[in-house]
């Protein structure tokens, strides 16, 4: 699969994640009061790096979109059947983020996110990370969305008889399945999601799943899987 159409935007998310960064390691170490207001600039900060965020991802989405559609084109040459008709429900509920995107307005003024203290640290690769309650839940839905898709791809190579790979799954690559953009940085979403499609896959591929659990076609995974996987740890 190219991948020429998903480095287009790679600077631009740089950039955003470094601002991340920055304001990780100005409150790394101290304790927080939860009851404690967030201090005006703080939350003007805020602001700011979300709507640079949301640029960059309508852009690095409409990338991806494309991608899908290339993705698609390669199964059907390989005449995988299954995996080709879950990579079009894929590609089309990235269209559809694509819409709700265009479609949204919102108002930092009536979003708590912006005036909640951050309350829990995290670590992606060596770089600790901040968050409250509204970037917990984010990273939550990233690990089971990545789960239930990577247990639908996996289960799509099995019925095609082809050799297991979720590195090679567009769903894999792409890991932007149900990120709405806020919250958190694009790259820390597709690393939680990668984690929860590993799993997924391999659970989907296998038959007898080990991370999750399925009830009536529903793949979901196991809450210490998940709290593993999350490594937060409260602020305190």
């Known amino acids: 699969m190219k991948r020429s159409t998903i480095l287009t935007t790679s600077a631009a998310l ?6 991340a960064n920055a304001q990780s390691d100005r409150g790394r170490g101290r304790g927080r009061d939860d009851k404690k207001p967030v201090p005006p600039q703080e939350q003007q900060q805020r602001v700011d790096e979300q709507r640079l965020r949301d640029s960059a991802y309508k852009m690095a989405l409409a990338d991806q979109v494309r991608a899908g559609h290339q993705a ?12 080709h008709s879950y990579n079009q429900q894929y590609t089309a509920n990235l269209q ?9 307005h919102p108002d930092p003024r009536r979003d708590p996110y912006y005036t909640a203290p951050m ?13 409250n309650q509204y970037g917990a839940e984010v990273m939550r839905q990233a690990v089971n969305n990545g789960y239930q898709q990577g247990w639908k791809s996996g289960r799509a190579d099995r019925t095609d008889r082809w050799p297991s790979s979720y590195q090679k799954s567009y769903g894999y ?64």
């Open 173 to 236: 690559e792409d890991a932007n399945y149900g990120f709405g953009g806020k919250y958190l940085s694009q790259s820390d979403y597709n690393y939680y999601f990668r984690e929860g499609f590993q799993r997924g896959y391999e659970d989907g591929y296998a038959r007898r799943p080990q991370y999750g659990t399925v009830v009536n076609g529903s793949p979901s995974i196991l809450g210490n899987i998940l709290s593993d996987i999350l490594g937060l740890h409260k602020i305190g």
């Open 72 to 83: 698609a084109d390669a199964l059907q040459q390989q005449k995988r059947t299954a995996q």
């Open 14 to 19: 740089l950039f955003v994640g470094s601002l």
């Open 119 to 131: 309350t829990f640290r995290y670590r992606v690769g060596s770089t600790d990370r901040e968050t």
């Open 96 to 104: 559809q983020q694509q819409k709700r995107l265009r479609n949204q």
